[in-house]
């Protein structure tokens, strides 16, 4: 997975402003390496100072910690600054492998650490959190507050992640517009024999999720199931599996993932 440079367009989404933070396209301790879960912070910066006094150091870091700390600033007005692209320091050591620095995007939003939070802040943190799992193709439960996927840190504070969630898987499925999948699909690449690719998980676990795998697909491995699932190599016992799929869908079985597999692999 390259830069994220469509953060900005995924912000706007939301119809909160949008403030793009100068050089925020080529900003990241490297590219972002996959995007499989979103954490929820705040800054515990002043409880006052504007609407979003954190911005320099969520950007350019602190002592002992190189910014970007996160991709996403989320201001007291519901204000969304886009300040980074690439991969983000923002949770590490994570309790959760889909939310560590390469598998999740961050968002700091402002807040002192027990100040109230303003409702069209919050209004705006469910959003974008919305909007992230629209264009990531990833379900609400995947939304994790950073205390929740970190045994030391408290953030953000007083929000009940439960409804929180229960908020976005809403905003998610109420909109109209094409379907999540028709929008992921435009931008999957082809998979074929030989590609070595993160995509390759995503056909993995799809197959694996539609029961197109069988145990004797992974007896051989010595970690079995999890690591099967985790090859990031489209072998050729995988693309006997794709060709099983395409016959069970009626699709012309050619063992090659593209825009007529990938609709049915993904549909949910
Ligand atoms: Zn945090």
């Not at 991709?71 to 959760?96: D, E, K, Q, Y």
């Not at 303003?118 to 950073?146: I, M, W």
Request: proline share 8%; glycine share 12%.
């Amino acid at each position: 997975m390259p830069y994220l440079t469509q953060l900005a367009d995924v912000a706007r989404r939301t119809g909160h402003p949008v403030t793009e933070s100068a050089g925020w396209k080529t900003r990241g301790h490297g590219p972002q390496p996959e995007v499989q879960g979103i954490v929820c912070h705040h800054t515990a910066g002043p409880p006052g100072g504007g609407d979003y006094p954190s911005l320099a150091v969520v950007r350019d870091g602190r002592p002992g910690l190189d910014g970007p700390l996160s991709h996403f600033g989320l201001g007291r007005s519901g204000r969304i600054h886009v300040i980074a692209a690439g991969r983000c320091w923002h949770n590490a050591p994570s309790t959760s492998p889909l939310h560590d620095n390469s598998s999740s995007i961050g968002i700091e939003a402002e807040n002192s650490g027990s100040q109230p939070w303003p409702e069209v802040q919050l209004d705006a943190y469910r959003s974008l959190c919305a909007e992230l799992c629209v264009e990531f193709g990833l379900p609400a439960s995947r939304v994790k507050a950073h205390r929740e996927v970190n045994t030391a840190k408290p953030d953000p504070h007083s929000i009940d992640m439960n409804d929180f969630r229960a908020a976005v898987a809403v905003l998610i499925t109420g909109g109209a517009g094409p379907s999540w999948t028709e929008e992921i699909v435009k931008d999957l690449p082809l998979i074929r024999l030989g590609d070595d690719s993160y995509d390759v998980k995503t056909v993995r676990g799809c197959l694996f999720a539609r029961g197109h795998v069988p145990p004797t697909a992974y007896a051989g491995t010595t970690a079995g199931l999890e690591e099967w699932l985790k090859s990031t190599s489209c072998d050729s016992g995988l693309v006997e599996l794709v060709r099983g799929f395409q016959r069970a869908e009626g699709i012309d079985d050619d063992g090659i993932v593209g825009p007529g597999t990938w609709p049915s692999l993904l549909r949910v």
